[in-house]
């Protein structure tokens, strides 16, 4: 009975110690991040269009607003742009008497109007054409306002889901290349996967000149056990 009990005994220690060291080694991980980029074309463009009118008649200014905005129209349908992707805002007043400037007095006109006709099209190549000929209406006595912050120019990419699977696919493929070079230079080999995470994409213009080019970003985070 004695002798069973000790060989049960070393039994149970090699297997508690087998198992230490199962557990020991299944701690030995490796993080890596692998990371996907693409260029792409954006594919929405969204184009405002504003002017601004000043006049000392409200009735006259209203009626020089709403028949440039028909030449603005005039000269986007002309372009090749439709009903469907031309909308006209309604324009913004200011009447400067009622602001009590110190120096409303001495301004010439009272009243300033502002409206912005957008253009909201999926047809790019034919957005940047047309920005390119709106000299035209400043010749039709059209003064376009500079784009700042709220009258910019943007260009959207919408079909990250057509190209999210691929990226998805490289970054993981240029982590565990990372990863196996990782175990090959610390003299392991690389096991199966602990966990992983995808980080979030990111589209950004490629650079300040060309906003219609986006450059789509993914890094994703994988954890790998090694062994001996």
Request: net charge positive; proline share 2%; with cysteine.
């Amino acid at each position: 009975m004695g002798a069973f009990i000790c060989v049960g005994l070393v039994l149970l220690g090699y297997l508690i110690s087998s198992a230490a060291l199962k557990v020991k080694g299944m701690d030995r991980i490796v993080t890596v991040k692998g990371l996907a980029e693409r260029e792409v074309e954006a594919n929405i463009a969204i184009w405002p269009v504003k002017f601004a009118e000043v006049n000392n008649d409200l009735s006259k200014l209203y009626s020089v607003i709403e028949s440039k905005s028909g030449l603005v129209v005039t000269f986007l349908k002309k372009n090749g742009f439709t009903d469907d992707e031309i909308t006209i805002s309604q324009p913004a007043i200011f009447d400067r008497q009622a602001q009590n400037y110190a120096n409303a007095s001495k301004s010439r006109f009272r009243f300033a109007a502002s409206t912005t006709v957008t253009v909201y099209s999926k047809n790019v190549p034919l957005v940047r054409e047309t920005m390119k000929k709106v000299v035209e209406l400043v010749k039709e006595g059209i003064a376009i306002s500079g784009q700042d912050y709220q009258n910019k120019t943007e260009f959207l990419f919408t079909d990250l889901n057509k190209i999210k699977p691929a990226m998805i696919e490289e970054a993981t493929n240029n982590a565990r290349e990372v990863a196996i070079k990782f175990a090959k230079d610390s003299g392991s080999k690389l096991g199966k996967i602990k966990n992983a995470s995808q980080g979030q994409f990111s589209i950004n213009d490629r650079d300040a000149s060309t906003h219609y080019i986006k450059k789509v970003r993914v890094v994703s985070t994988v954890r790998y056990y090694l062994s001996d």
